[in-house]
T-cell receptor, first 109, second 115 residues
Framework: KNEVEQSPQNLTAQEGEFITINCSYS?????LHWLQQHPGGGIVSLFM?????KKHGRLIATINIQEKHSSLHITASHPRDSAVYIC???????????WGAGTKLIIKP | DTGVSQDPRHKITKRGQNVTFRCDPI?????LYWYRQTLGQGPEFLTY????????KSRLLSDRFSAERPKGSFSTLEIQRTEQGDSAMYLC?????????????FGPGTRLTVL
């Protein structure tokens, strides 16, 4: 079993829909990172959080440390949001990022 | 500062050749990370540096791989005797490592194709 699991693996939605991507992890962590990867490889950090909730524009990230679960939400989705969204966690014991496999999101106009 | 840069962006080589990639982190970032990403997978950690010291290496990093950060600024990743399985995107990231939260900023990657 992978230490970081994301769901769904693929998600196709219509423009304007509310999007939720989930991340569960099985190890003790110091922080969780949501990142966005566009075709061609560019990776952009969206959020890093260790508790509660963060919001930036149409993106919202939440984390529940007790349940070892985080969600990334996109409100009023737009085709430009199409990308792979990756959840990665910092383990308690070292500085390594443990990555999920990513969720490929396609927003259709 | 324009962010993390990597050179080259693309590299095509024949099996058995040596290749070297360079990463220039954001200035004054003391941590530098190398990752490898194959198609359809998330990035895999390879190694990281705190200043010039290489503090951790993944088991994925075979003896053919070596990384350096001689002056605590830019870093190089060398792959000797390349194999077709080395074909991947090699990503570099840097961070300022302030406290427990360590936002990593990624470069554009170097795409390696081994023929």
């Amino acid at each position: 079993k992978n230490e970081v699991e994301q769901s769904p693996q693929n998600l196709t939605a219509q423009e304007g829909e509310f999007i939720t991507i989930n991340c569960s992890y099985s190890v003790g962590i110091s922080a969780l990172h949501w990142l966005q990867q566009h075709p061609g490889g560019g990776i952009v950090s969206l959020f890093m959080l260790s508790s509660g909730k963060k919001k930036h524009g149409r993106l919202i990230a939440t984390i529940n440390i007790q349940e070892k679960h985080s969600s990334l939400h996109i409100t009023a989705s737009h085709p430009r949001d199409s990308a792979v969204y990756i959840c990665a966690v910092y383990m308690d014991s070292n500085y390594q990022l443990i990555w999920g496999a990513g969720t490929k999101l396609i927003i259709k106009p | 500062d324009t962010g993390v840069s990597q050179d080259p962006r693309h590299k095509i080589t024949k099996r058995g050749q040596n290749v070297t990639f360079r990463c220039d982190p954001i200035s004054e970032h003391n941590r530098l990370y190398w990752y490898r990403q194959t198609l359809g997978q998330g990035p895999e950690f390879l190694t990281y540096f705190q200043n010039e010291a290489q503090l951790e290496k993944s088991r994925l990093l075979s003896d053919r791989f070596s990384a350096e950060r001689p002056k605590g600024s830019f870093s190089t990743l060398e792959i000797q005797r390349t194999e077709q399985g080395d074909s991947a995107m090699y990503l570099c990231a840097s961070s300022a490592a302030q406290g427990a939260l360590d936002t990593q900023y990624f470069g554009p990657g170097t795409r390696l194709t081994v023929l």
